[in-house]
């Protein structure tokens, strides 16, 4: 079973940045790892993705962040440059295992499998 734990959440004005880490632990496949996040009252959005060695990313944040893989695949890096405070949010790591390959799901998150696997989430708040 993997176990997820994010940090480096916080503060910032508009034009910060933040380097979030999420910790992956366990033993299950990891066909995709992925960032999410959510304000209160809207629903999940999809931030980034990486699958089959590719980093994807959503178009509200492509080329302002940047997700990456260390400690061979067990700590899971997105770097956020430059925030607005529409970025505002609690962020959660995610993995996939595999399973079932489900076209719409890599049309929405660029990963073709369900995340089943979430962190507890950080918050990041971007403010003046």
């Known amino acids: 079973q993997v176990h997820l734990v994010e940090s480096g959440g916080g503060s910032v004005q508009p034009g910060g940045s933040l380097r979030l880490s999420c910790v992956v632990s366990g033993d299950d496949e990891r066909a995709c790892v992925g960032w999410f996040r959510q304000v209160p009252g809207k629903e999940r959005e999809w931030v980034s993705s990486f699958y089959a060695g590719t980093a994807y990313y959503s178009d509200s944040v492509t080329g302002r962040f940047t997700i990456s893989r260390e400690n061979d695949g067990n700590t899971m890096i997105l770097r956020m440059n430059d925030l607005k405070p529409e970025d505002t949010g609690k962020y959660f790591c995610?993995?996939?295992?595999?399973?079932?390959?489900?076209?719409?799901?890599?049309?929405?998150?660029?990963?073709?499998?369900?995340?089943?696997?979430w962190g507890q989430g950080t918050q990041v708040t971007v403010s003046s």
């Open positions: 995610a993995v996939a295992a595999g399973g079932s390959f489900t076209y719409s799901l890599y049309v929405d998150q660029r990963c073709p499998y369900v995340f089943n696997t």
